[in-house]
């Protein structure tokens, strides 16, 4: 093998993917802190419910939406690292039911540790998906830094009256999750040698599959509410969409779509560090069923770098919903779940049942 075969990106980082996100808990802790800035009339959605993106409106019919992600390696491949944090960057943006224009790169390395042939092939992979989604990347930033960090500014349009946020679910709405769970368990396995190569397959596939059914869904008059399942597991982002819309949820633990070598996995005890985090942050929020088997609790908080789409749409325009997702190809798109009013004087949560 080549020295350049032998390099581990992993190796610089002290976590990967979404899961390096700081837990939610400490993260609202620390935005309590943060002065609030001007708000003008055409920002439609800023900081105020935690949304995967900022949206300006441009004119009667535009407006714009604007977010940047970005995280240390997931994966030891250069080109599958770019490849992930580009899908899941420009995820944010389909998100709010629009489409991306432009990105621009965020790029962080240890340049005395890794060879220019290493950074380029990061960058190549960001911009192999870039390509897949029909924008350029325009630019960016670099700089030198312990460890290796990659990801996008991205921008997008969208109409103004078809912003879809995470704070306008309505009671009775149905929830969807467009892809399984399980893609911080299969990191936690590969960094422990346990992945094999069809495992490994599996989380690239997922994971480089781009949310753009994400905008055409935000055409579908019956979907309210929108996000995507990152770092904060399923049940931290839901929580989100519980807390703006002021509504509770519940989830058919039963229902919810699974990467099945991450529930063996799980079973074993294989799970990431913020998974536990992610739970200590907002486990009291959760009505949890004691028949329910732990290894599904760590499936709930499972960071998801490059996750699903989360929408919740009205009944009747469930049908439609699943069949975007299907004909985007996203076979395991599933209901898994309702919103409801909240009991008067009552905090929101999420209510779990098998």
Avoid at 117 to 136: F, N
Avoid at 179 to 190: E, I, M, R, Y
Avoid at 297 to 318: F, K, M, W
Wanted: net charge negative; aromatic share 6%.
């Amino acid at each position: 093998m080549t020295e350049l075969q032998n390099i581990r990106l992993t190796q610089f980082a002290h976590g990967g993917g979404c899961g390096c996100k700081i837990a939610p808990g400490l993260l609202s802790e620390i935005l309590a802190r943060a002065p609030q800035g001007l708000v003008p009339p055409e920002l439609l959605v800023g900081t105020e419910t935690s949304d995967d993106a900022a949206v300006y409106r441009l004119n009667a019919e535009q407006a714009l939406v604007a977010t940047t992600d970005f995280f240390t390696p997931i994966v030891d491949d250069p080109y599958d690292f770019g490849r992930i944090a580009a899908t899941n960057a420009l995820s944010d943006i389909y998100a709010m039911g629009a489409r991306p224009i432009l990105a621009l790169a965020l790029v962080g390395m240890p340049i005395a540790k890794l060879p220019p042939e290493v950074i380029g092939r990061v960058l190549e992979g960001g911009a192999a998906v870039c390509r897949d989604a029909g924008i350029p990347i325009a630019g960016g930033h670099s700089i030198d830094v312990l460890e290796p960090i990659y990801g996008l500014v991205a921008l997008g349009l969208v109409h103004p009256g078809r912003v879809r946020r995470n704070a306008d679910a309505q009671p009775g709405d149905v929830l969807v999750l467009g892809k399984p769970l399980g893609v911080g368990v299969l990191s936690a396995a590969l960094k422990q040698g346990l992945l094999d190569e069809a495992g490994y397959a599996e989380m690239l596939r997922h994971t480089t599959q781009l949310n753009r059914v994400g905008a055409a869904l935000g055409e579908l008059a019956g979907v309210h509410a929108m996000t995507d399942v990152t770092g904060f597991g399923l049940g931290g982002h839901l929580l989100e969409v519980c807390r703006g819309s002021g509504l509770s949820a519940r989830l058919r633990l039963a229902q919810l779509p699974l990467i099945a070598a991450a529930q063996g996995f799980a079973a074993q005890g294989v799970v990431t560090g913020a998974s536990g985090r992610n739970w200590a942050s907002y486990g009291a929020q959760v009505q949890w069923p004691e028949a329910a088997p732990p290894w599904m609790r760590h499936l709930l908080t499972d960071p998801q770098t490059s996750g699903g789409l989360l929408v919740s749409c009205a009944p009747e325009a469930l049908g439609a919903v699943l069949q975007a997702f299907r004909e985007a190809g996203f076979a395991h798109a599933a209901a898994i779940g309702e919103m409801y009013e909240k009991a008067q004087n009552s905090a929101v949560g999420i209510e779990c049942s098998l």
